[in-house]
């Protein structure tokens, strides 16, 4: 056979993603991973109760599509009802879905910057044109110039993120309320709630008065099961069922769903286990505050989260980031540039982790 012409593939590429590239993470393991907000206090909670499920679960089998037993569940922990819980292969899957269903070539999606990747990601995808209002300064949520990009823009989709990932900042409820008022009733409002465990606010109350209101929530952070990629959506029956058709027919595995039920048979535990991550965010916050007062660092500014994890800035960024990857830490750096130019995002982790990482800080310092 003659050999083929070599063909550049990424060329091929729709021309609206020729500037994608594949999602890449790091080889290997560190010792101590801080980088992608996960719950390190679960590690190894789930695998017993799992384990006892899978002998019970028919592998020949399609998943169970309507993931019943998944969806009863999470319906009972939130209080609303099971036709208004819409599960997905994480989160991240709605937020596909949700773009994938309503977002035509050259529709607007507004959200802010900072704030989580995948909204402008499936937003290009799509061939829309994404509205990114920025952050000030210290991070914090500009209401009006999101109003005015509400009714200038006239977007399809509006993503607000509260607690935000990577600022760990968070919207009033009074803001939010304001923001649900001033948004027409034909666009779509996504409240990413992926960390509400770690801060106790949330909007859910408004899904009812609401009908284009959806509520996003995963079981990756607080309830440590990111390796399994279960999230869920809270809304409107009726957005329920629209943003169902562009669901495929199996999505959570039998095997994904048995470990989110058994993850979701511990909830009173999980809930105890929170609350050393959140007096943990507090310490740590406090032990960067103290780098700063004391005058080891200066410029080091610690920005107030609610979220696992806390972001700080400094112009030591990079050289921290080394120190730390080579002693075995791995934390979440944004190089130096753009809006997190010379940031660092540090996941709570287990005590032991927190003081190694101190530990190495303050070394780092001397
Ligand atoms: C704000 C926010 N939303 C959604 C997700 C996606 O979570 P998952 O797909 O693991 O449920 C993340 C993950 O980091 C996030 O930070």
């Not at 679960?42 to 309507?66: N, V």
Request: charged letters at 25%; one cysteine or more.
């Amino acid at each position: 056979m003659a050999p083929q012409k070599k063909i550049d593939m990424h060329k091929l590429l729709r021309g609206n993603i020729q500037q994608l590239k594949p999602y890449h993470v790091m080889h290997e393991t560190p010792k101590v991973k801080l980088d992608a907000n996960e719950n390190n206090w679960l590690a190894g909670w789930f695998h017993e109760a799992l384990t006892k499920r899978i002998k019970e679960i028919p592998l020949h089998q399609y998943p169970d599509t309507e993931c019943t037993e998944l969806r009863s569940k999470l319906a009972k922990l939130n209080q609303v009802e099971n036709d208004q819980i819409l599960t997905g292969v994480g989160s991240d899957q709605i937020i596909a879905w949700i773009v994938q269903a309503f977002v035509e070539p050259g529709d607007g999606v507004l959200t802010m910057n900072p704030t989580f990747g995948m909204y402008a990601i499936n937003t290009l995808m799509a061939d829309g044109s994404i509205f990114e209002v920025p952050l000030n300064d210290c991070f914090q949520f500009q209401p009006e110039p999101f109003l005015t990009a509400i009714h200038e823009e006239g977007p399809k989709v509006v993503f607000i993120t509260n607690p935000n990932n990577p600022t760990g900042g968070i919207i009033s409820r009074e803001t939010l309320n304001k923001l649900l008022r001033a948004i027409p009733s034909d666009t779509i409002i996504v409240m990413d709630e992926a960390y509400y465990e770690f801060h106790g606010e949330s909007m859910l109350d408004k899904i009812d008065g609401y009908p284009n209101l959806i509520i996003l929530r995963t079981l990756s952070k607080a309830y440590g099961l990111a390796g399994v990629r279960a999230g869920y959506a809270m809304a409107s029956v009726d957005m329920i069922e629209t943003i169902s058709c562009v669901k495929p027919p199996y999505h959570m595995s039998s095997l994904d769903q048995a470990a989110a039920l058994a993850c979701l048979d511990m909830v009173p535990q999980i809930k105890e286990e929170l609350n050393n991550v959140i007096r943990w965010r507090e310490k740590m916050s406090d032990f960067f505050r103290q780098l700063k007062e004391k005058g080891t660092d200066s410029d080091l500014e610690v920005f107030p989260s609610a979220a696992n994890f806390v972001l700080i800035r400094t112009p030591q960024a990079q050289r921290l980031n080394a120190t730390l990857r080579k002693n075995g830490i791995s934390i979440r750096g944004y190089g130096t540039e753009g809006p997190l130019a010379n940031c660092l995002r540090i996941t709570i982790g287990t005590e032991k982790e927190n003081r190694m990482l101190q530990e190495i800080v303050k070394k780092h310092y001397e």
